[in-house]
Structures are given as C-alpha cells and as structure tokens.
C-alpha cells in the first residue's frame, strides 16, 4: 500500500470538502447558529437561577452539540453521491476508509469545531466555573469527532434513502448516548468536586474505538450503497 | 449477462452496444468494480481484478453518466482535485491546458461549473481524459451531449490515446472512428 499516496488522498479531500464548505458558507453557518440559538434559548426560558442554570448547563450545551452534529450529517455523502464524486471515490486506489477518515475529518473541522471554540462562551452565560469550562471544551474536543464519526455509519446506510435525515436520527442517536452521558457527566463531575478523568478518560477510548471501527463500517456501507 | 467472454488488448478500442437498458453501463461498471460481478473473472494483465485491486485502479479511468463535478468548484478546479485525488501529480497549468484542448477557452476556466452548459459540463468532465497517463479508459456514453466540434476533439484523443498502446472501453449509441483495425464490437442482446 502507498503510504505516501494515502497520505496525499487523505489531504486532498480534507482540502476539497473545507473549499467546498467556504463556497457554501450557509450549511456551515446553519449548524454554528444552531448551537448558538438552543444554547442561548434554555436560560431565557428556565429563567436567571444560578444554581439551576449551573445543573443544567453540560446537559444543555451537550444535547446542542449532538443535535447540532445530526442536523449536518444529511449534507456528508449526499451531495458526492448525486453528482457522481462518490462513485470516483470508490475507483481511487487507495482503501477507501481513508478517504472516509477524510470526508469524517473536514465535518468536523466544520461542524465540529466551531461548537468546541463557542463552547466555553456560551458555558459563561450558565454561570460555569473556569474548571468546568475547560473540563466542558475538552470533552466537546473529545466528543464531537466520535459524533461525526457514528454519524457517518448512518449517512452512509441511508445513502440514496427517501426521508434519510429521519432515519439517520434514528440509527445514530441510540449511538451517540454513551458519548452524550460521559460529555455531560464530565462537566458535571467538575462541578461537583469529583474530577473529570474517568469520564474524559471514557470520551478518549470511544474516540480511538470509532476512529478504528467507523472507517470501515462507513466504507462497507458506501460501497453496498453504490451498488 | 451470461456466456460473456471478451479479450481487449492494448491499442484496441471495444465499443459496446446494445438497446437501452441491455446491460452496457452495468458491464462497464462491473468492469470497474462498481457492482460485483455473481460469477466468473475479470483479469487485468493476466490477473484477477479482486487480486490486483489496486494496480488495476491505478491503471484505470472511469467516466460515467454523471460528470463527477462539483457545481460549486472551478473546472480548473474540478480536474486538479479529481486527478490529484486519484494520484496524479498535476498543476493548474497542466489542467489549463487540458481544458482548451477539449475546447472551452480560458474565460471559463475560473467560473463556477454550475453556470456552464451541460455540453461545457460534460467537456469538463472528459477534461480528465487530457491529463491522465492511465492505460485503461471505461466512458459511458462520453459523447453525450457534446457538439460536433467536441466530438471530433474526443475522437482525436481516443486515436492518439490508442496509438500509444492504450485500452479504450466505451459504451455507446455512436458510431466511434478510430479505424477499422482497432475497433472491437460487443453487442449487448436487449
């Protein structure tokens, strides 16, 4: 196998599909402002307590980050299978996981990321400590590429699907759970005094596991999608 | 598809017809490995295509029905990612040449593609054609939509491709001339 090859594939697409998402700025800003608006909506609605604002901040800001993931997972493989790139994907010779690790790489950088950097802003309006705002970022940091990941299996399963964007709610949310709980949980755990290390420590290890598994299972359902 | 056996050798053109839906785009890309063949071999070089997976990709082009283009890139663009992606080294000066040589001038080169014609499209897309070295060429239908002038452009560099022992596999309703002795026929029955 060419490493160096791969290497290069892997760069291309990140490149392409970040060129392709500043072309587009509306899908990129939709999911930012998504987080923004559900994050900013909860303590106008629950109302200024302090203390409650703190309790249900990492769920919140948890939950809107997940929401906000799903909400742009539709876009990930649709648009290459329509117009036909995807079916070119399949004929590069390089292990089309990678060029899955790729496409799972630039969604995050554009959906992913712009969530974790508004994280700790949006933590301030709920009142959360500097240690839970950290604790929160990390684990946003750690969370939202083991989303994009899952969600990829899902993108991929429903490839050509009427009505896909429910279905993929319904493949990957049962998936994201875990993830959701051990987000949350860290930040909660902070605030409470007992230490975020087994929780981050749990968000790394799915990291790695789907960085490993969600690859494969993404390109074995593209491929089945293709035929 | 039963009882198909065919043998392609460098320099050779295989049209295939046949009436629509009689099983071309499946075969071409059953060729490509787009669909699994449920029986018997493919064999590049003397080899199965599942064991040389990617020698053989290495080696191949696939120009379907659909262009393979982004609308919100540049056929400048379009060309380099797609060519870079499948390995080739490529600058943007060697894809602006490849693009007027299928005939679209340098005016459109830095345009968006969702603004051309489905003509310029499908120009762009067979652009790839101009700046790949690879052997084996699969195309679909690849004078669809093109003009009188574009066709002739294509059929000049499927000849030179062929002069230079290359493979051209093609699928089509038109009559393809490359020369009497280097064309093959497999006609698909409906």
Sequence with gaps: ?227 | MTALSVTVERGRLLAVTGANGSGKTSLLRMLCGLLPAEQGRILWDGEDVRACRERYLASLIYIGHLNSLKDDLTPVENVTISARLAGEEISEGKTCEALEAVGLVRAIHRLPTRILSQGQKRRVSLARLWVSPRLLWVLDEPFAALDAAATGLLMQQLRAHLNNGGIVIAATHQEIDVGADRLDQLRLAG
């Design chain 1, 1 to 227: 196998m060419n490493q160096l090859g791969m290497f290069a594939a892997l760069r291309e697409i990140i490149r392409r599909d970040l060129l392709l998402a500043m072309r587009r700025r509306s899908d990129v800003l939709t999911t930012v402002l998504f987080f923004l608006l559900v994050a900013s909506l909860f303590p106008l609605g629950v109302g200024p307590e302090p203390a409650v604002l703190r309790t249900i901040a990492p769920g919140v800001l948890w939950v809107a980050a997940l929401l906000s993931c799903l909400l742009s997972l539709g876009r990930l493989f649709t648009a290459d299978y329509v117009d036909g790139v995807l079916e070119q994907m399949l004929l590069i010779p390089q292990p089309l996981s990678v060029l899955v690790i790729g496409k799972v790489t630039a969604h995050w950088l554009i959906s992913g990321l712009p969530v974790v950097l508004l994280s700790p802003l949006l933590g301030l309006q709920f009142g959360l400590s500097g240690e839970a705002l950290g604790v929160l970022t990390l684990s946003l940091l750690l969370g939202t590429p083991t989303l994009s990941f899952i969600g990829a299996i899902g993108a991929a399963l429903t490839l050509g699907v009427r009505g896909s964007s429910v279905l993929i709610a319904l493949l990957v949310l049962p998936l994201f759970i875990p993830v959701l709980i051990f987000g949350a949980g860290a930040v909660s755990s902070s605030a409470s005094g007992i230490g975020a290390g087994a929780h981050l420590a749990l968000l790394g290890a799915g990291l790695l596991l789907a960085l490993v598994l969600a690859p494969w299972a993404t390109a074995t359902s593209l491929r089945i999608a293709l035929e």
